[in-house]
């Protein structure tokens, strides 16, 4: 009996080292994987170029697992750009209809740590209380954007059927202001210029202007920045304050996500540089979005409600 309670002792005491070693390895794992501290570093590569082989130094964008926490509870990991934190917090509970407006988030609090970073958000109970139940709907989100959802409308997250008014521009937009933005914006992409990894969304106002420009990894993260930063500057920039006066471009394609992001938001044109997807139309088409794919040097298509852009 003391021999059997013995060996017990003595392979507790083994699975206990095994387990403080497992997570040293994975401390330092973590320590050297995981940059939080900038958008982008720097690394020495092999480059071959025109038959000849050199070492240099080249930039690559970082990507960071950022925890969305909300009065303490976890809601989702996103792999993000480590930049414009703030933005993407606040871009991310509105485009997902966590949140209904700035004015519901009281406090953001950026934590970084060895595994990633925390965004710690406080927002208003009544916004907290149904994020709670919407939880509880919800399994097995991981593997896929709609998985656990029980309809259409809860799987895109869609906001309300917006009355006919609310479809009509301030003015009509003119194909030479969206071509405009189009040269524009390729010089606003800093991140991307340092790197060539990133994408970008850009607010651009009925003259043709840039204004914002968010970046990230991932398209639907720098949708959410620039969501997020139009929230937060409106009161401050008059060209932000009437989301009618303007639109939204994107380098990427126009999944049927960023439909979904834009018309939560209450914007009312998004025009890619890539393709849209057929979902993407159809839910642009429903919900009032003009929405313009293939836009290149002196051309475009409009798929949707295209009486809203003047040649």
């Not at 997570?23 to 025109?50: G, M, P, Q």
């Not at 958000?121 to 991981?142: D, M, P, S, W, Y």
């Not at 620039?226 to 380098?251: C, H, M, W, Y």
């Amino acid at each position: 009996m003391k021999r059997r309670l013995r060996l017990r002792a003595k392979n507790l005491l083994k699975l206990s080292s095994l387990l403080d070693a497992f997570k040293l390895k994975y401390f330092i794992l973590s320590e050297t994987l995981i940059s939080t501290d900038a958008a982008w570093t720097e690394v020495n590569v092999t480059r071959w170029r025109h038959g000849e082989l050199s070492t240099v130094k080249d930039k690559v964008a970082e990507e960071v697992p950022i925890a969305l926490v909300y009065n303490g509870v976890s809601h989702a990991v996103m792999l993000a750009t480590p930049l414009d934190l703030e933005d993407f917090a606040l871009g991310f509970s509105l485009s997902e209809g966590i949140l209904r407006d700035k004015s519901d988030l009281y406090d953001i609090e950026v934590v970084k740590q060895s595994q990633g970073i925390e965004l710690r958000l406080e927002i208003a109970t009544e916004f907290f209380v149904q994020l709670k139940e919407r939880r509880r709907n919800l399994v097995g989100r991981t593997g896929c954007g709609i998985c656990g959802s029980e309809s259409l409308e809860q799987a895109l997250r869609l906001p309300s059927l917006p009355q006919t008014n609310v479809y009509k521009l301030s003015k009509p937009l003119l194909a030479v202001q969206v071509q405009a933005a189009f040269h524009a914006i390729q010089n606003k992409q800093a991140l991307q210029q340092a790197t060539g990894a990133t994408h970008a969304c850009a607010w651009v106002d009925a003259q043709g202007e840039i204004v914002l420009v968010r970046e990230d990894v991932g398209r639907h993260n720098a949708m959410d920045k620039l969501i997020g930063a139009i929230a937060r500057q409106k009161n401050k920039e008059p060209k932000l304050a009437n989301q009618n006066d303007g639109f939204v471009l994107t380098s990427s394609r126009a999944s049927v996500e960023m439909v979904q992001k834009v018309a939560t938001a209450g914007i009312r044109v998004l025009a890619a540089i890539s393709a849209p997807t057929g979902l993407a139309i159809r839910i642009a088409e429903i919900y009032g979005v003009t929405l313009i794919g293939f836009l290149r040097d002196q051309q475009f298509v409009i798929y949707t409600h295209q009486d809203r852009i003047h040649f």
